[in-house]
């Protein structure tokens, strides 16, 4: 089975602060995505990652970047957390062995890291 | 933009009973759809995935439909179990020109009482 790990469950910062949050999968999928999901809004994507150091962004990337340096870890960094960045923040992986930006391959998901920015 | 709908309200149901969930969309019909349960504070895990062309798909006590004229899938489980509980999330793939990156819907909580 597909085993993505981040770093993290609970996580508490101040605002101005440089956050990390790390996720790793041990399948060696090439897709690599950041989602933060909050209450009545669902799932939306951050970033993600087709290869090692590319990115894409996603729907909300303000506020936030991303590191891919190796295939199976990827980074999702708070520039200077706001508290609007207070969100449970979910990683997921996927094949992708054509590495193109269309892959319809089942996400699979970490259970992600509830950040509170104080 | 596209939109995809699933009913925020929670969808109460006996033990035995099938439950029926509901994934409208607008604009054009995605390429691939797939559902995913969530359970609380886990991530979304995938369960099956169906194809355009494709009308229906089974996978044990499950069973998702797919109707491009409708512009709507639907998520059976048939003799559902308090386990069943979770809310299942939608997820819609486009095709290039737009982009298989996966929209997700907001998703529907399911609650099955024994």
């Known amino acids: 089975d597909v085993k993505v790990t981040q770093s993290s469950r609970y996580l508490v910062k101040r605002t101005g602060e440089k956050v990390f949050l790390e996720c790793v999968q041990d399948m060696d999928h090439e897709n690599m995505f950041w989602y933060r999901q909050d209450p009545g809004l669902g799932l939306r994507l951050i970033y993600f990652?087709?290869?090692?150091?590319?990115?894409e962004k996603g729907d909300i990337p303000e506020g936030y970047s991303v590191s891919r340096e190796k295939k199976e870890r990827f980074s999702l960094i708070l520039e200077s957390a706001s508290t609007n960045q207070t969100s449970m923040y979910l990683c997921?992986?996927?094949?992708?062995?054509?590495?193109?930006?269309?892959?319809?391959?089942?996400?699979?998901f970490g259970d992600g890291t509830r950040l509170s920015i104080l | 933009s596209q939109k995809i709908e699933q009913n925020s309200e929670a969808l109460n149901i006996q033990e035995g009973k099938t439950a029926t969930l509901t994934c409208n969309y607008t604009?054009?019909?995605?390429?691939?759809l797939q559902w995913y349960r969530q359970d609380p504070g886990r991530g979304p895990v995938f369960l099956l995935l169906?194809?355009?062309?494709?009308k229906e798909k089974r996978k044990e006590r499950l069973k998702v439909t797919f109707d491009t004229t409708l512009k709507q899938s639907l998520f059976h489980i048939t003799a559902s179990q308090p386990a069943d509980s979770a809310t299942y999330l939608c997820a819609l793939f486009y095709p290039p020109g737009g982009s298989y990156i996966p929209t997700f819907g907001r998703g529907t909580s399911l609650i099955v009482h024994p």
């Open positions: 997921a992986s996927s094949l992708n062995r054509d590495r193109t930006l269309y892959s319809n391959q089942p996400q699979h």
């Open positions: 990652s087709y290869d090692v150091k590319m990115k």
């Open positions: 169906i194809r355009e062309n494709e």
């Open positions: 604009n054009y019909s995605p390429a691939y």
